[in-house]
């Protein structure tokens, strides 16, 4: 059975495992110290990032990131799913939908106005799951290169 709890400082090690492997299914790569900044800032009561795991017998199969932002179009704040990632060798047990319902949890506490994630148009397997959420969006996002 999958259980789901907000990420602690000694998961750091399965933590930094999952996160190298999410980086590496996004053919992305970050800094140590990106790394490091962004384990900080989960344990940062005055910062906006928070973590939540899901574990199995105890141990940590996978991982999520969510922050709140103001929007324009709302008087409550927004949810945004950042990352999330479940140990490949695991998948199909659960983890994915229960770290997105405590994400959404997270979110009505907070009395927030929407929840909402992306994620590559390819990533088929995780779509199956996203979709019976909520159909994709229409909109299209775009990034502009790093600006300094």
């Given amino acids: ?5 907000q990420i602690k400082s000694s998961d750091k090690e399965r933590w930094l ?5 999410y980086l590496t299914f996004y053919e992305s790569a970050l800094t140590s110290e990106q790394t490091e900044l ?4 989960l344990h940062d009561s005055s910062f906006n990032l928070y973590g939540i795991v899901a574990e199995i017998d105890g141990k940590v199969i996978g991982i999520t990131h969510y922050l709140f932002r ?3 179009w709302a008087q409550t704040d ?3 799913l950042e990352d999330l990632y479940v140990d490949p060798t695991l998948r ?10 405590a994400v959404i949890a997270a979110a009505r506490a907070k009395m927030s106005g929407r ?13 199956v799951l996203y979709d019976s959420y909520s159909p994709a969006s229409e909109f299209v996002q775009y990034r502009l290169p790093q600006t300094y």
């Fill in 17 to 21: 495992e999952l996160w190298s492997g």
């Fill in 92 to 101: 199909g047990a659960g983890a994915g939908r229960s770290l997105i319902d």
């Fill in 115 to 127: 929840v909402y994630w992306t994620t590559k148009e390819s990533n088929t397997r995780a779509r």
């Fill in 78 to 80: 927004y949810c945004y």
């Fill in 70 to 72: 103001p929007s324009s």
């Fill in 1 to 5: 059975m999958v259980t789901v709890r």
């Fill in 38 to 41: 962004t384990w900080s800032r």
